[in-house]
């Protein structure tokens, strides 16, 4: 009843039990309490481990493992009639306590605790065979069925002339069981004879059949494996889209009408430029897509106010949490201030130590928040000064090109005169050249001399010209550059009147526009400019264009002041 109960007890904690043999036992199940550690040791001590809790720690520090089984129960072996079960792998360094196996035909003896244990070769892969030897002479195959068939279920034996076979079982882990009689030595009956007796050795075996069921099986892992991660792959990847049908007149007609749609214009223009890139287009359909295509040109304005209106939505947005964020930082500096309130002498002397303390955190914690938050608004405000600043930096970029392309274009112009007048001076010398060496076999020497003064004073009076000619253009630019810095003051002037006029206006007077006078010094500044004007003679259009503003024509009233019409 002991042995029934302890095996029991072990069948509750987890150990797997041989489905071919069951336990009959005439008391009812009882379980071990786990609050008991003096019973759990000896349950432990009887499977030969050392006793371990729960937690994995000894529950008994003072066990000796030297001081055998407990008094009157007999030790408990896994080939134990009734029970079909092996203990789970044991250390190698845990010394190990086999005990006598009896079966019907033979008795097995187990090996010396002191050995070491039977060395065993690599296990295949699959392996479900195993090889043993040391099998007595006049065993048969009956006797190594009823030794190893506790292990599990046979498949075949077969069985050599030389006292060694080879056994299949059905799963790997019965080649576990198996290994577990190594070593130990078996006898025949009662008998003493040496062909009745030998010593196991039981060793994995490596077997066609056993790596061709393996291949198997792991061919078979491995295409589960595809099929899920296809499977997989099937249920992220994105729908298809659906076939676009050929074009006739029929489908034509349906997509005009969704080109008209708002809501379904994306698939319809989809249709559309698949039928285009098909090469549908002919010359008896090219009415009809030229009226899809208009009807898809007509939807660009609504593209483009909807932008438009996302965009006002943004920037509306923007300024929300522009607004609560700075709402948000007036309420942190009230918070603060409260604290450096509290945090002077007048009131600081009553707060107790804790509560310094922890005002201190309080106020350091919402600084450095608040410093957060003003960085985030400042960023946001900078962010928009950068944009205003890029929008008046093209804008100034774009008229400065404008201005550079019209003075490099007069340049330009000037430079090409000149180079003409060079040319020309140019042919006249090769020309008198030419007609003094013709003159020279006719005439005498004094003649040359003559005429050779005459080209040179002529040259002279060319590079004379030219540089004159240069230090007009560059006087003449001087005097664009002037005129249209005179040009911007006046304009600068002029907005200054505009806005007192605007502020005579605001204080409900009402003067007169016609008598309004002007200042002295806007008076000198344009008779200044007009004169520079008559002297510009050579180009009297381009000043005339840049002295007098189309926008703000001026005229000389009764008394001789400038005066605008408004």
Known sequence: MQRDFIWLWVYEIGFAADNSRTLNVDSTAMTLPMSDPTAWATAMNNLGMTPLGIAGQPILPDFDPALGMMTGIPPITPMMPGLGIVPPPIPPDMPVVKEIIHCKSCTLFPPNPNLPPPATRERPPGCKTVFVGGLPENGTEQIIVEVFEQCGEIIAIRKSKKNFCHIRFAEEYMVDKALYLSGYRIRLGSSTDKKDTGRLHVDFAQARDDLYEWECKQRMLAREERHRRRMEEERLRPPSPPPVVHYSDHECSIVAEKLKDDSKFSEAVQTLLTW???????????????????????????????????????????????????????????????????????????????????????????????????????????????????????????????????????????????????????????????????????????????????????????????????????????????????????????????????????????????????????????????????????????????????????????????????
């Not at 309130?341 to 509560?355: E, L």
């Not at 410093?371 to 093209?394: A, K, T, V, Y």
């Not at 630019?477 to 907005?495: G, N, R």
């Open 276 to 566: 285009i890139e098909r090469g549908e287009v002919n010359r008896r359909s090219a009415n009809n897509f030229y009226s899809m295509i208009q009807s898809a040109n007509s939807h660009v304005r609504r593209l483009v106010n909807e932008k438009a209106a996302h965009e006002k939505d943004m920037e509306e947005a923007k300024e929300k949490f522009k607004q609560a964020l700075s709402g948000i930082l007036i309420q942190f500096e009230q918070i603060v201030a409260v604290y450096h309130s509290a945090s002077k002498q007048k009131a600081w002397d009553h707060f107790t130590k804790a509560q310094r303390k922890n005002i201190s955190v309080w106020c350091k914690q919402a600084e450095e928040i608040r410093n957060i938050h003003n960085d985030e608004l400042m960023g946001i405000r900078r962010e928009e000064e950068m944009e205003m600043s890029d929008d008046e930096i093209e804008e100034t970029t774009e008229t400065k090109e404008t201005e550079e392309s019209v003075s490099q274009a007069e340049a330009l112009k000037e430079e090409n005169d000149s180079l003409r007048w060079q040319l020309d001076a140019y042919r006249n010398e090769v020309e008198l050249l030419k007609q003094e060496q013709g003159k020279a076999h006719r005439e005498d020497d004094p003649n040359k001399e003559q005429q050779l003064k005459l080209l040179q004073q002529a040259l002279q009076g060319m590079q004379q010209h030219l540089l004159k000619v240069q230090e007009e253009y560059k006087r003449k630019e001087a005097e664009l550059e002037k005129v249209k810095d005179d040009k911007l003051q006046v304009e600068k002037m002029l907005e200054n009147l505009k806005e007192k006029k605007e502020e005579i206006r605001s204080s409900d007077q009402e003067p007169e526009i016609n008598n309004a006078t002007v200042p002295r010094e806007l008076l000198l500044f344009i008779s200044g400019t007009q004169l520079r004007k008559m002297q510009c003679i050579q180009a009297p259009g381009m000043f005339a264009s840049t002295v007098t503003s189309p926008r703000v024509p001026l005229r000389t009233g009764s008394l001789g002041v400038v005066e605008t019409n408004d």
